[in-house]
């Protein structure tokens, strides 16, 4: 990952591969406890030597001021 940036409920994260890479992205937003409040995912496909920016949207009605950092997990498939 390079760079991400959070706006409105949606949360932008550019990744960059090394090696082709396939599988679901899986990104919570947790709170000051470690506590997940929110979750998004989606299907990510890159090739070798790859990059693309993922939007995930979070429910409008997550208060952003609760998240103090987002997780990402691969589940490979």
Do not use: H, W
């Amino acid at each position: 990952m390079t760079t991400s940036s959070v706006t409105d409920g949606a949360v932008e994260i550019y990744l960059i591969s090394e090696n082709e890479t396939e599988g679901e992205l899986l990104v919570k937003a947790l709170n000051a406890s470690g506590l997940e409040i929110a979750r998004s995912k989606s299907i990510m496909a890159l090739q070798k030597d790859d990059a693309k920016l993922f939007t995930f949207n979070f429910d409008k009605s997550l208060d952003l001021d609760s998240v103090v950092k987002y997780q990402v997990d691969l589940r490979k498939k």
